[in-house]
């Protein structure tokens, strides 16, 4: 939604496109077959024709330094927690799956 969407773009700081078309995956599937097909002579080219953007979310700067300063110090506390569990301390929540 519009709200999730400028969240995303407030904390990576990166703008935010919407597509027209909201089946990317249906999209995807008839680019691939346009370019199989021999319509198009790239994913690249035929997504220049059959893309359309609806929308755009512009990062809000002074979000983004505030989510910028919470990943800091986000990162100073999941450091501490892993010397923890390193030295034996305390134990990980969870364990990557496969290890």
Not at 46 to 70: C, D, G, M, R
């Amino acid at each position: 939604g519009e709200l999730w969407s400028q969240i995303v773009a407030d904390v990576t700081g990166c703008r935010v496109k919407i597509p027209k078309v909201t089946e990317a995956t249906a999209l995807g599937a008839a680019m691939a077959a346009g370019v199989g097909a021999g319509i198009y002579e790239s994913i690249a080219k035929a997504s220049k024709q059959l893309v359309v953007w609806e929308k755009e979310h512009q990062p809000n700067l002074l979000n983004t330094n505030v989510y910028n300063s919470i990943q800091e110090k986000w990162e100073e506390v999941y450091a501490s927690q892993l010397a923890l569990v390193d030295n034996g301390l305390t134990t990980s929540m969870w364990k990557a799956p496969g290890l």
